[in-house]
């Protein structure tokens, strides 16, 4: 069975910094690309960032390029997403997703699994 499980988040100052962690279990991590979306209240969930199973080749959303970053550990089948200079706009659930769909990874669609979401909340 595969799980994705996400933590990390939680409630920062605007200016802030968080790390969220996504953990795999369940598949051969190293053959996926995973990606990172969000989803506010109210709205789709949308694309931040992704990255190759070599963790080579990395992909963001204009909104978050320069203040996100994507890395992951194949060894600990775990993708990181490292959330700087946080603004209260940044505040929604963030997911994690694992595909072999291809399409640039930047659609719901490319992904096979997500994990939960874990709550970022950035106070102003």
């Known amino acids: 069975q595969v799980r994705l499980v996400e933590s990390g988040g939680g409630l920062v100052q605007a200016g802030g910094s968080l790390r969220l962690s996504c953990a795999a279990s369940g598949l051969t991590f190293s053959a996926y690309a995973m990606g990172w979306f969000r989803q506010a209240p109210g709205k789709e969930r949308e694309f931040v960032a992704a990255?190759?199973?070599?963790?080579?080749?990395?992909n963001f959303a204009d909104s978050w390029k320069g203040r996100f970053t994507i890395n992951r550990d194949n060894a600990k089948n775990t993708v990181y997403l490292q959330m700087s200079s946080l603004k209260p706009e940044d505040t929604a659930v963030y997911y994690c997703g694992a595909g072999l769909g291809g399409g640039g990874y930047i659609t719901t669609s490319s992904y096979d699994y997500w994990g939960q979401g874990t709550q970022v909340t950035v106070s102003s």
């Open positions: 990255i190759d199973w070599s963790g080579g080749n990395t």
